[in-house]
């Protein structure tokens, strides 16, 4: 069974204090990982897909990272605006021929003016 | 562009009673999805529908029923509503299980007392 599991479950940043965000996984055959930003009260909204390990993708003060075990969003500077939930997931097989997402729990980022 | 529409966005229900949650994607995606988010618990899958006229049970279906009515629609029924059902529903949709990310609607609260 397809794990994903990220740490750490909460996180307070000064703002402009750099760190990073873990995101860890159990696939029989990875296929890719999903980082997703989530605001109170919304829907996820889509950040990045990363397809093999050693693949880098940046957004504004944001940049995720992949290894063959494991996934890390870095954040750089971090202002207010950038705190929310952010999940990981990555496709796991549903059935015959179909995939879904699993997603892990998510990491609760807070950044203090 | 409106993407995931979900209906409706509130709901409190008594328990037994019954209620439909509708979804409509206007990005002609081919799977739609979805989810129950629980505190702790993360993002959990209850049905998804790989393609029009398919669909198929997820992690936890037990007390809901789905439709896809066409293309763009995909429904979720509660029948005989239960307090464990309190929860934030989200639908998604996407193109390509394997490789593309989802976009999510925006929720429906649902409470049962």
């Known amino acids: 069974e397809d794990q994903v599991t990220q740490s750490p479950e909460a996180l307070r940043l000064q703002e402009g204090e750099s760190s990073s965000l873990n995101c860890s996984y159990t696939?029989?055959?990875?296929?890719?990982l999903f980082w997703y930003r989530q605001d109170p009260g919304k829907g996820p909204e889509f950040l990045f897909t990363l397809y093999s390990a050693g693949e880098e993708k940046e957004k504004e003060r944001l940049k995720a990272t992949l290894t063959k075990k494991e996934s890390f969003l870095h954040i750089t500077a971090p202002k207010p605006e950038d705190s929310a939930t952010y999940l990981c997931a990555v496709p796991s097989r549903a059935g015959a021929g179909s995939y879904q997402l699993t997603f892990g729990k998510g990491t609760k980022l807070s950044v203090i003016p | 562009n409106a993407g995931v529409t979900q209906t409706p966005k509130f709901q409190v229900l008594k328990t037994g009673q019954s209620m439909t949650l509708q979804c409509a994607q206007d990005m002609n995606h081919n799977s739609m999805y979805w989810y129950r988010q629980d505190p702790g618990m993360g993002l959990r899958l209850i049905y998804y529908s790989a393609s029009e006229g398919t669909t198929d049970k997820g992690e936890v279906p037990n007390g809901y029923n789905v439709s896809r009515l066409n293309k763009r629609e995909f429904s979720l029924r509660l029948e005989s509503a239960a307090p464990s059902q309190t929860s934030v529903y989200f639908c998604a949709s996407n193109t390509d299980p394997k490789r593309d990310g989802y976009t999510f609607g925006s929720g429906t609260r649902l409470t049962v007392v």
């Open positions: 696939v029989s055959g990875l296929r890719g």
